[in-house]
């Protein structure tokens, strides 16, 4: 019921006011109906509508020529990577992309879906503040609350754009109308960060620290959703101080543990969702699905797009050979479903039931607490701190009865040992949400590349064998390990120049 309230409540609202256009240009967002923001911003309850309207298009595609953010989520962080193999259903551009034939024409290679969701968040962000002029209910704490939303989100969707494409257009005030329609250059993804450190800061100031809420507090940005995002943009930008602060910060909250890896450890954090672990997670319900049913599920006749890595079980999450019983609990009927390689976590009950199209509403989480324990982890190994990166990948480890054959000892002062330890334990705790591409290449790049070897891996172990040689001589240039800038956008605005590895 929380959860269908929590992006259902303000929905028709939200339709009647800040429906978007359908034109290609993605600055160009303006209200279909025509009404202005200074004309629909006059009571809290109107502001209210349009943050908890950002969260329903982070959820659902705002166009018919757009895919959900959720659903870009997934592919943007995983089809690059490794653990994704082919089903019957995947389209051809999909297939491009795990080739590494990669076109600024292909439809993944899209950013309108984002950008959308960057512009009702400058919405809020331009014309919220107002709100308090003329609605003399509305408190300061709570308009602080909703800015923080916004600033949090806008500063995630920007994250995913720079993680995916490099450089980009950077777009911080509110396009209502064609005549506030701007071609823009693309700032670079430093000047980008630069940003999205500022509008974190901000937000953790604003952010409620809860809603009072399970639900309002797993699928809305709390103060400790924000920090969860700062260590992410910090482990990025190798600050890795800094990304310890934000992620102690965290833990010491109090708030948020690991889900006991016992049997009902699948159902309480995937099936059911909202738990101890979760940070922040997408709600979808029975009047919200989700797209992973036709992504994922190999039965009933149909064609996924997506299936696992036949080889995930043997190379990563291994099995006891004497203790037949005796398995890693992230592996088999999770990540994957062994009998027909379909992606299970989003599209099973339990380990022996499976959704239907009627009940797929798995949660996107897009950050657990496991995440904020390695994101730790990976910051110690940088920082001298050895030890402690081993300490907290035992904790990840034992709670998902890791087996012994996926066991490393490197030394505390390994740094490169601690780093391969660190990329596969994500692996195996992460695998298809979202995280696996950033993961290597945030990894890869550090030191001037010094790991590229990582990528070449990769490479190896998923791109078809004669596609192979020419993948891992195009990561050797850092641009190609970034999309293209979208064809369409190119074509709209002169001020876009193309990656240079796709000209």
């Given at each position: 019921?929380?959860?269908?309230r929590?992006?259902k ?13 359908s ?8 209200p ?6 200074d ?7 109107q502001l ?5 309207g ?10 018919s ?6 659903e ?9 990577a ?10 051809a ?9 990669i ?6 290679v ?18 919220g ?18 800015l ?36 823009l ?5 430093a ?13 953790e ?29 910090y ?9 310890i ?16 890896g ?13 738990s ?20 994922f ?15 995930l079980?043997?190379n990563?999450?291994t ?16 990540a994957?479903?062994?009998n ?28 657990r ?11 110690c ?32 002062t ?10 596969a ?27 590229l ?8 172990s ?6 192979q040689?020419?993948?891992i ?6 641009n ?24």
């Amino acid at each position: 019921m929380f959860k269908n309230r929590i992006y259902k409540a303000a929905i028709l609202a939200v339709i009647a006011m800040f429906s978007c256009s359908s034109c290609n240009k993605y600055l160009t967002l303006r209200p279909q109906n025509g009404v202005t923001s200074d004309q629909f911003f006059q009571t809290k309850e109107q502001l209210q509508s349009a943050v908890i309207g950002i969260y329903n298009g982070l959820c659902n595609a705002q166009s018919s020529s757009l895919k959900a953010p959720s659903e870009l989520f997934f592919i943007w962080g995983e089809i690059r990577a490794d653990f994704i193999a082919p089903g019957p259903g995947m389209t051809a551009d999909e297939t491009s992309i795990i080739q590494d034939n990669i076109l600024s024409s292909n439809s993944i290679v899209v950013w309108g879906s984002i950008y959308r969701i960057i512009n009702l968040c400058n919405n809020v962000i331009d014309n919220g503040p107002n709100v308090i002029n003329v609605d003399n209910t509305l408190t300061q704490t709570a308009l602080n609350g909703y800015l923080g939303e916004a600033l949090a989100i806008r500063a995630l969707m920007y994250f995913y754009l720079v993680r995916s494409f490099g450089d980009v257009p950077l777009k911080l005030t509110y396009t209502a109308t064609d005549g506030d329609l701007q071609q823009l250059a693309k700032t670079p993804q430093a000047a980008i960060l630069t940003q999205i450190v500022a509008d974190l800061k901000t937000a953790e100031g604003y952010a409620l620290p809860t809603y009072g809420v399970v639900a309002y507090d797993k699928g809305r940005i709390t103060k400790f959703t924000v920090e969860t995002i700062q260590a992410d943009v910090y482990l990025w930008m190798d600050d890795f101080a800094d990304c310890i602060t934000a992620c102690d910060k965290v833990i010491n909250s109090g708030k948020y543990g690991l889900v006991a890896g016992n049997f009902g450890w699948f159902g309480t954090l995937y099936a059911t969702g909202n738990s101890s672990e979760g940070i922040f997670e997408l709600q979808f319900d029975t009047q919200q699905l989700n797209t992973y049913f036709g992504m994922f599920e190999a039965g009933f006749g149909l064609k996924p797009r997506y299936l696992a890595n036949a080889s995930l079980i043997d190379n990563w999450y291994t099995t006891d050979l004497v203790v037949a019983t005796d398995v890693d609990i992230r592996g088999i009927d999770v990540a994957i479903h062994v009998n027909d390689q379909s992606i299970y976590k989003f599209i099973a009950i339990n380990a022996g039931s499976l959704r239907t199209a009627a009940t797929s509403y798995a949660h996107w989480i897009m950050y657990r607490y496991a995440d904020v324990l390695l994101m730790k982890a990976e910051a110690c190994i940088y920082s001298s701190r050895g030890q402690d990166a081993l300490d907290l990948i035992t904790t990840i480890r034992t709670r998902a009865n890791a087996l012994i054959g996926t066991l490393q000892s490197p030394s505390p002062t390994d740094v490169a040992g601690l780093t391969n330890y660190l990329v596969a334990e994500r692996a195996r705790e992460f695998a298809f949400e979202g995280k696996r591409w950033y993961d290597l290449l945030r990894n890869a790049k550090r030191n001037s590349f010094a790991r590229l070897d990582l990528l070449t891996a990769s490479v190896t172990s998923s791109v078809p064998p004669l596609n192979q040689q020419s993948a891992i001589n195009k990561i050797k240039d850092p641009n190609s390990l970034y999309f293209p800038v979208p064809l369409g956008d190119i074509q709209d605005d002169p001020n876009l120049i193309q990656n240079p590895f796709y000209k």
